[in-house]
């Protein structure tokens, strides 16, 4: 263990026992159990409200969290003489979950719908507090990502030279973008403006990052950590980025899609309109606007090989994803 750690560690009441390395952090094994030490890059206003919906998880036993430990003098962050502020938090025994794994997957979906569940009106805020923990209106966040989409193609038009990555976009873009325009002008007709403004009403509270590196399994519980993106908006999209990360894994196996979703339902029924909501998420190209927009904000003289194999990939699914969304979802 590094001079840095060891003296953060002594800010704490804990027995330590033995430290490795693991997720670009500290793990410490203690006699209170295992934590893990890692540096906090975080906002320190919004923490206690990250802790605030940890507690409600833990007295609901919904699942196991990475509670931060407050050290001596009753602080959640530490700071030694290097001035780097660090977070010692409980973390989880258990293996990450398995995306290949059916029982994984529907045990996460399982656990995802009693989050949901529990985490409404945790915080009770209002006025600027309450802006500041509130997620983007997904209308916004289309337009601004069909707009960065036509600006890369326009871009790549200009240029005289183009790799394997801009010439497979130039040649796909028009057809991508109008997949973007009809996933807005749905959004825009369906009922998600309802959707949204419950959400924030009533405060509806999302992880943020619901993926399978953030959860574990265990015999005795399953456990979420990394809470650090949560927010107040449409909980579906929490299922819609965990849905997609595992779909692009599966080639949008929509057997398995059924399976996860009814898993989901087993502890909180969706709406009509969030299944809409959910469908519409699913079919915007956001793995190609990611693509996109990672090319245009860095250096497009040297384009990493893998940028082209994954539009290649996502390309090759189109027509999989699309049949999923149909049979599953019932878009159209």
């Known amino acids: 263990m590094n001079e840095k750690a060891l003296q953060i560690l002594e800010q704490y009441d804990i027995r330590l026992l033995r430290s490795f390395g693991g997720r670009g952090a500290v793990m410490v094994e203690t006699e209170q159990g295992l934590k893990i030490l890692k540096e906090f890059a975080g906002s320190r206003t919004k923490l206690p409200f990250e802790q605030l919906l940890l507690a409600r998880m833990e007295e609901k036993r919904v699942c196991g969290v990475d509670r931060a430990v407050a050290n001596l003098e009753g602080a959640l962050v530490s700071v030694g003489d290097y001035e780097t502020p660090y977070l010692l938090k409980n973390w989880p025994s258990g293996k990450e979950c398995d995306p290949r794994s059916e029982e994984d997957l529907l045990k996460s979906m399982r656990v995802l719908a009693r989050i949901h569940r529990e985490a409404r009106d945790v915080w009770q805020v209002s006025g600027e507090e309450k802006k500041r923990l509130t997620g983007t209106d997904r209308r916004m966040e289309f337009d601004r990502h069909n707009r960065e989409l036509k600006r890369v193609r326009n871009f790549i038009r200009e240029k005289h030279r183009k790799g394997d990555f801009e010439r497979l976009y130039l040649k796909y873009a028009e057809g991508l973008m109008e997949e973007g325009q009809f996933a807005l002008n749905r959004l825009e007709q369906s009922g998600y403006a309802e959707l949204y403004g419950n959400a924030c ?28 993106r949560c927010e107040i908006n449409v909980q579906v999209n929490d299922i819609c980025l965990f849905l997609r990360k595992i779909m692009e894994k599966q080639n949008w196996n929509e057997a398995l899609a059924g399976k996860m979703l009814a898993a989901y339902e087993q502890e909180r029924a969706l709406s009509e309109e969030e299944r809409v909501y959910l469908g519409i998420c699913l079919y915007y190209p ?36 699309k049949k999923m969304l149909r049979n599953t979802l019932r878009l159209h």
């Open 201 to 228: 009403r009533e405060e509806h509270i999302c992880h943020g990052e619901y993926i399978h590196h953030n959860i574990f399994i265990s015999r005795q519980e399953t456990s979420v950590v990394n809470f650090q």
């Open 286 to 321: 956001e793995k190609v606007w990611k693509l996109a927009h990672h090319y245009y904000h860095t250096n497009k003289a040297w384009i990493p090989e893998k940028s082209a194999e994954k539009l290649e990939v996502f390309l090759e699914q189109e027509e999989r994803r």
